[in-house]
């Protein structure tokens, strides 16, 4: 056990000194799986950065309703959409305070000019503040943003526009997800004249439920409570992210109370877990898949016999067991079952070695061949152990003579392979921020998201291309879903990406922290949590 907590958190442990009982009711430490990249989750696409600051710090212009997954005012209190559906309004909702931080005390509330400086900074490359960290913004590229928006204009204080260069059936959902934050053009402002542009996405301000206080880099986060928060303050008034990257970990500190809630418990766990009389586990379908992607611009994996070969080779039915314990299921296609644009007429082949070894044979690849497999450190929330469903992956190659090296790398070294294209195959994947399944398939596998570095098997088809588009371009949902099943068989018959499993989304917690709700898209969320006695 850490017994330095003790020194370190005196709030939240009340015995340390005898007191600030009433503090320590209103704390709470989440066991965290790894750091953030960035305070600014326009910037990446790890889901240890989404949950760090998404709901934390930020809110949205909309949100999704988690009962029955429609749009919602946030930030944003009406909108409309034009006959044409190239021009959307937005009324923002008035009296919304931005934090005050030890960096920052804004002189005035949100405005549009909020809005028009964070959407701007994304899609205009003359713009100051689009170079400032690295000038790229993975979710916004991969799904073409740059290309979709002309404008984004303020027709007064608390009214924005967004001009579109072609109609976006999916505009509205990604408007609702996690990485559509908005930040305070004052503070970015008063930081460029500063000459520090880069601590806008260093240390936050936005008008999230709470506010940054310290970040002891790969060790803890803290914040507390935002008390002019426009939804009301939080019940909570400390949070703290305690980064402990190994499951077992962070399942041992649950148990003895270092923790009040846990991330990402392993599957084997789950027993343990449920038996406990002082731990409950939450459970939530989510829009997921877990994917083997093989880089189809590099030999052998360019030949499509060797995809089809691999493909038949593997036991998604093994994984699911070994690494899910069965929470989850296998996936037949990228969308899950839950998805309404899902293909049910899609069924993934079952496994058949000589089958596999015949399409090598035919590949001239009898004798197999050496590949690398990249794998994510850590887990995620579509892959628990991205490690151990490698080595099941490099086992069942090993019966066709194919040998696997298993390279772990972390997100960020890994983001930055994939953008340079020399990789072999990855296991990847992708947790949906909207119940668009454009949200998924785009980011996965367009033609942009090559350049982004979610592409990892840097497939770019044409007709795939227009089946997306031809779906954002045509509202009616029953067109759309044809325009996506459509892009999945294109996918199924190419096999640039081998769907591995769907999996269940999960967090253990103590029984006396309330208030918590799995979300089905996106981050975790504490601005509604608190602590019974």
Not at 395 to 403: M, T
Request: aromatic share 8%.
């Amino acid at each position: 056990m850490r017994f330095w907590l003790c020194c370190l958190f005196p709030l939240l442990l009340a015995g340390c000194d005898g007191g600030n009982r009433q503090l320590a009711k209103e704390s709470l430490l989440y066991c965290a799986e790894g750091p953030p990249l960035t305070f600014n989750p326009q910037l990446v696409t790890s889901t240890q950065t989404l949950d760090a600051t998404a709901r934390q710090l930020y809110d949205r212009l909309l949100d999704i309703d988690p009962n029955n997954l429609q749009p919602v005012p946030a930030l944003a209190l009406a909108w409309s959409r034009s006959e044409d559906g190239l021009r959307y309004r937005f009324r923002l909702r008035p009296g919304v305070s931005f934090h005050h931080t030890a960096w920052f005390t804004p002189g005035r509330q949100l405005t549009a000019e909020d809005v028009v400086f964070t959407f701007r900074r994304l899609v205009d490359p003359h713009h100051p503040y689009h170079p400032v960290s690295g000038g790229r913004y993975p979710f916004f590229d991969s799904i073409g943003w740059p290309e979709l928006i002309r404008e984004v204009r303020a027709l007064d204080s608390l009214e924005v526009e967004f001009i579109l260069r072609r109609p976006d059936a999916s505009f509205i959902a990604n408007l609702a997800s996690d990485y559509a934050v908005i930040l305070s053009a004052e503070y970015a402002e008063g930081l460029l004249a500063a000459g520090t542009p880069q601590l806008l996405d260093q240390q936050p301000v936005g008008t999230g439920p709470f506010r940054l206080s310290h970040y002891r880099t790969d060790d803890f986060i803290r914040y507390y409570r935002h008390p002019d928060y426009w939804r009301g303050p939080a019940r909570l008034g400390q949070l703290i992210f305690d980064i402990t990257p190994k499951s077992s970990k962070r399942l041992a500190k649950l148990l003895t109370g270092e923790c009040d809630v846990m991330a990402h418990p392993g599957a084997s766990q789950m027993s343990v877990i449920r038996r406990h009389p002082e731990l409950a586990l939450d459970q939530a379908t989510g829009m997921n898949v877990s994917a083997l992607a093989l880089n189809t611009q590099k030999p052998p994996f360019s030949d499509l016999r060797v995809r089809k070969a691999l493909s038949l080779a593997l036991s998604r039915t093994d994984i699911l067991h070994a690494v899910y314990f069965d929470i989850g299921s296998v996936a037949e296609s990228l969308l899950p079952p839950v998805s309404w644009g899902h293909h049910p007429n899609l069924l993934m082949p079952l496994p058949d070695l000589e089958r596999a070894r015949w399409l090598l044979e035919q590949a001239g690849l009898e004798h197999g061949f050496e590949m690398t497999l990249l794998v994510p450190a850590g887990s995620r929330s579509f892959n628990p152990d991205g490690l151990k469903t490698g080595q099941l992956i490099q086992r069942r190659l090993g019966e066709l003579g194919i040998r696997v090296r298993l390279q772990s790398l972390e997100e960020q070294i890994l983001r930055r392979t994939l953008r340079e294209g020399a990789h072999d195959a990855v296991l990847t994947g992708w947790s949906a921020d909207s119940p668009d399944p454009d949200n998924l398939l785009r980011n996965l596998l367009s033609c942009q998201a090559i350049a982004a570095g979610t592409n990892a098997s840097r497939w770019c088809h044409p007709l795939f291309e227009h089946e997306l588009d031809a779906a954002l371009a045509d509202p009616g949902l029953a067109s759309r879903i044809g325009h996506y099943q459509l892009a999945q068989e294109l996918v199924y018959q190419d096999m640039p990406l081998i769907p591995l499993t769907h999996s269940l989304k999960q967090q253990a917690h103590r029984r006396q922290v309330k208030g918590l709700r799995l979300q089905p898209y996106g981050g975790v969320a504490f601005h509604q949590a608190y602590k019974e006695e």
